[in-house]
């Protein structure tokens, strides 16, 4: 029989499985890897046959992810015994490389066994853990194509790789003190850099990190700047190095209990916390958690991993304590993961740099989750530990790229029945993101084998990715480009991955998206589905005063709203802001709203959002987008249950609906007058709109006979919104869908780009 496997299943273990299996039911044969997943060829009795087969699909390795396994008979040639044949390169690949993945129990209590020739070894790995993205540099994956490639193994290492017997057989990073990697740890001084020599990097770092340093880690997907979380001087410090005013901080706990501590943990963020993935995980900040004010100043929430690699585990054992870990660059460059580029940048942040001599292939940052109470976790930034899984597509698509928008930028390119969605790349508004992002799509395009016959990108001329798009195309004249538009791919990406192909309507609220009407959207109801759709309702559209500045400071947006809901040309300035925002500026800025000068009109409820945030005085201006409705939800208390009136006009018929917050605005005013806690009106702000949309969405589906409501966009990243919309519209009975795979913020946009593009060359 003649066996093919499909999925994720190279480097992960699978050849020595399927050797182990075929040994004990007596089968000969061979097993081998190729670029389209793993053959086998087994000779032997028909029910030893069915039972690996069964076993195949049932209990496959831990980090195999098996698609498929076909069979078909072939004539026997009377081999004996089963052996492991080399990898056939050549042809089409479309294997997915696994994701890296978490340090594993038995890797970790040899590591922490002081008899073990591994003991406190920070590369310990075998195939049910350790680096595979962030190592490979080609496909099929082998040693030969990592970055492991110049470390010859021992012989202790070699006898473990060579024997399908054992946990490390063909673990492609496999490593001692004796033949693999090392960890260093190197000081900035007065005079320069110096190096800590033979003793032990990781030990001294923790000392060091004890101190108070800021140390500058290299980790599997780059570095990361860590230092003390309990000391206030040690995390300021590292703030003003690193230029980040206000942006919350990650934090590494050295283990489950001390996490506990910082966070209330339910059991679906213990799962996500001890993961494989071992993302962030945001949850709620426990009351007296051990942290310093500046690590997420003004959140009620904090963001917590538990170590990943056995470099962290070494690390934070000895430390004892909660680290901030943060990744390491400045402000909005992408992470540092060479040596030479990470000394140059961080030279002047970090105190000393524990760093190893196993490259970084791949830049990786951290991935970002957050658990919903009865809904899936929401993905705020897909990267490590996912990154290159595939993602289904419900149709099948040419060799396609998709280049995203430009906030939290990813890439995806798709093929067939499957997507996959790049690392996270970060804001592509800088020559150095941009880099990044072109080197991210090339090394995709090599290891899946897709070269794009369509390009899909954002309808905004400006952004980084469509001009990217452009000049694919001009490059080569066989490339097709397919414009998208941003709140549909939002819809689309969706719907896709949880395999629907029904019309639907998607409630999109995020921040900025360009409009074909040249307005900016982010408020919208798009009835449609993956190829297509209508605007059937919005936010009503108000002024975005000054344009971009309005984004950077929402009063502008509460000026914008106040003049609107009081119908008045000057509004009185808010006494919440009034200590923030000069008269003369007011002034001028509502008379900006009165004429419309440099402001386009939007219908984006992430401006909404602002506007209620610096009505009530929480944030009259940001230090990153998405602060001020951020904590705005930190302050709402999620107890009250009052709401405020939203109207709808419209819809039926040809006008699209209008969903009209002003007399929202007008009760929080009213609110304010009567000194009501602010903490009620965020929360009847938040009720009101779940409300107000859940309303909106009957009405619509009703009138066009749907029953499938698709939420998506960064305005759904807020947990408070999400469980009240979900509830609400739970009771009149629609169906609601959440991005579950990858986030409804502007990182799912590259995938929900392929999908439309896709869909429009079927249907052509
Ligand atoms: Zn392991
Ligand atoms: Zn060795
Ligand atoms: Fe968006």
Redo the contacts with the bound molecule.
Sequence with gaps: MRIRVSGTVQGVGFRPFVYRHALELGLSGHVLNDERGVEIVAEGPADAIAELIRRLEEEPPSLARVESVLAANEAPTGESGFRIAHSVSGGEADTPVSADSA??????AELRDPLDRRYRYPF???????PRFTIVTGVPYDRPLTTMAGFQMCAECQAEYDDPLN?RFH?QPNACPVCGPHARLIGVGEGGFSESGESDAVALSAVALARGAILAIKGIGGYHLACIASDEDAVARLRARKRREEKPFALMAPDLESARALVEVTAEEEALLTGRERPIVIARRAEEAPVAASVAPGSRDLGVMLPYAPLHHVLLADFGATLVMTSANVSDEPISYTDDDARERLEAIADGFLVHDRPVHMRTDDSVVRAVTDGQPIMLRRSRGYVPQSVGLPIEAPPLLGCGAELKSTFCLAKGKRAWAGHHIGDLKNWETLESFREGIAHFERLFAVEPELIAHDLHPDYLSTRYAQERAEADPEIELVGVQHHHAHLAACLAEHGEQRRALGVIFDGTGFGPDASVWGGELLVGDLQGYERAGMLMPVRLPGGDRAVREPWRMAASWLSVAFDAELPAIPRTLRSQIEAADWRAVCGIVQTGAGSPVTTSAGRLFDAVSALLGVRAHVSYEGQAAAELEGLADPSERGAYEFSAEGGGGEAPLVLDPRSAIRAIVADLDRDELTRTIAARFHNGLAAATAAAAEQICRERRLDLVALSGGVFQNRLLVERTLEALDAVSLEALMPAALPPNDGGIAYGQVVVAAARSAKS
Excluded: F, S, V, Y
């Design positions: 340090t594993c129990d038995a890797c970790l310990i790995n075998c195939t049910d853990c350790g946990r673990a």
